[in-house]
T-cell receptor, first 110, second 113 residues
């Protein structure tokens, strides 16, 4: 039973345009959400997070939006750059553990 | 600063053999997590430790899997006997605060023939 779902296995975006990655969750006890980025042959690295008391958090080109009523969060990357090509994992926490989605492979087309 | 260190980076073994994966967390981090990554299930938490004590091992798939953390700077994940379906990338991660971000190692790619 996947409590965190990333329904798009892959996404291709033109360089300079906006990339939008989506994530849905089912557990209403989740109150902290994170995005991780993963390059091949490396471990995931933390990108940005958001607490359930907020609906938006911004860090440079990266913005995460949280819609608690819809149990949905999204990561916006603007503008997209070739170095953003990676697998992005959404993760959720209701305590000490993180529950990860299956990831979305983002490809930025030059 | 050194990040999380995992060894070996790659392991190829035959079915039935014992496999031991190793992890050195970031110094000062008091929580350690073992994950397995597969295409179908993404990143799955296997077990985690707080202050060297196993807290939750509900993600360990079978009794063939065991994990130890004898001290704050070392942990092992052992599979005995290994099976082809154990083939995956295994990650170790550590964290300093209860709700903070986790820092991942580079992973061990395990192939069981």
């Amino acid at each position: 039973d996947q409590q965190v779902k990333q329904n798009s296995p892959s996404l291709s975006v033109q360089e300079g345009r906006i990339s939008i990655l989506n994530c849905d969750y089912t557990n209403s006890m989740f109150d902290y959400f994170l995005w991780y980025k993963k390059y091949p042959a490396e471990g995931p690295t933390f990108l940005i997070s958001i607490s359930s008391i907020k609906d938006k958090n911004e860090d440079g080109r990266f913005t995460v939006f949280l819609n608690k009523s819809a149990k949905h969060l999204s990561l916006h990357i603007v503008p997209s750059q070739p170095g953003d090509s990676a697998v992005y994992f959404c993760a959720a926490s209701g305590g000490e553990k993180l529950t990860f989605g299956t990831g979305t492979r983002l490809t930025i087309i030059p | 600063d050194a990040g999380v260190i995992q060894s070996p980076r790659h392991e190829v073994t035959e079915m039935g053999q014992e496999v031991t994966l190793r992890c050195k967390p970031i110094s000062g981090h008091n929580s350690l997590f073992w994950y397995r990554q597969t295409m179908m299930r993404g990143l799955e938490l296997l077990i985690y430790f707080n202050n060297n004590v196993p807290i939750d091992d509900s993600g360990m798939p079978e009794d063939r899997f065991s994990a130890k953390m004898p001290n704050a700077s070392f942990s092992t994940l052992k599979i005995q006997p290994s099976e082809p379906r154990d083939s995956a990338v295994y990650f170790c991660a550590s964290r300093t605060t209860r709700r903070g971000e986790q820092f991942f190692g580079p992973g061990t790619r395990l192939t069981v023939l």
